[in-house]
């Protein structure tokens, strides 16, 4: 008898805790267009940007995180609003258009009825983050006209320090580490785009 109700009261201990983690609310995060220009000449063409590769270490909901040297964390109540791979074609999308001055810039799969004059595909290496110290992204990107030709690629390596303490502060450190890699793209759009025949 002793046992039997020793027995009952482990399971009811392991069914408060189990309650008691369930009940803790997950937080969601999203990737921002933080690129800024002044009086960027507008363009005249029309950018997709897509498809993004990302790690399959990263490729899911949750933040993870680096809390030693090859030791990470998955955190399962910190997490993306979106898939990564769509959150950061679309934060490039938005840095693309103030820094090209249009508004002429869609991401993966091209919408009906849009004709893109240049595609963006980005192979993201690196999507790091140590809490409390840094974001690191290192992304190989090409830059190719529709019509045929050839392809601008490039490499970045962007590290943004998180400035301030929680989840919020690294999804903004990534958004500034994304910028510095739209930068770059425009660049090279912009060098294709004014390149005489």
Not at 101 to 130: E, L, W
Not at 175 to 182: E, G, N
Request: glycine content about 8%; proline content about 7%.
């Amino acid at each position: 008898m002793a046992h039997g109700m020793t027995r009952l009261g482990s399971i009811a201990l392991v069914a408060l805790a189990t309650a008691g983690c369930a009940s803790a609310p997950a937080r969601f995060y999203t990737l921002d267009s933080t690129a800024t220009t002044e009086r960027a000449p507008a363009a005249r063409y029309a950018i997709v940007v897509g498809p993004v590769s990302i790690p399959a270490a990263v490729d899911r909901p949750q933040f993870v995180v680096q809390v030693a040297p090859n030791q990470v964390t998955i955190d399962e109540f910190n997490r993306w609003a979106a898939p990564l791979d769509d959150a950061i074609a679309r934060a490039v999308a938005g840095d693309l258009a103030v820094l090209l001055g249009t508004t002429r810039v869609a991401t993966a799969p091209v919408p009906d009825g849009f004709a893109p004059t240049y595609r963006v595909t980005i192979d993201v290496q690196r999507f790091d983050t140590v809490p409390g110290e840094a974001v690191t992204i290192d992304a190989v990107w090409a830059v190719r006209p529709s019509a045929g030709g050839d392809a601008a690629s490039g490499r970045t390596l962007a590290r943004e320090p998180v400035q301030g303490a929680g989840f919020g502060a690294i999804a903004a450190a990534h958004s500034r580490a994304l910028a510095t890699v739209s930068n770059d793209i425009a660049a090279a759009v912009r060098t294709k785009a004014n390149r005489k025949p």
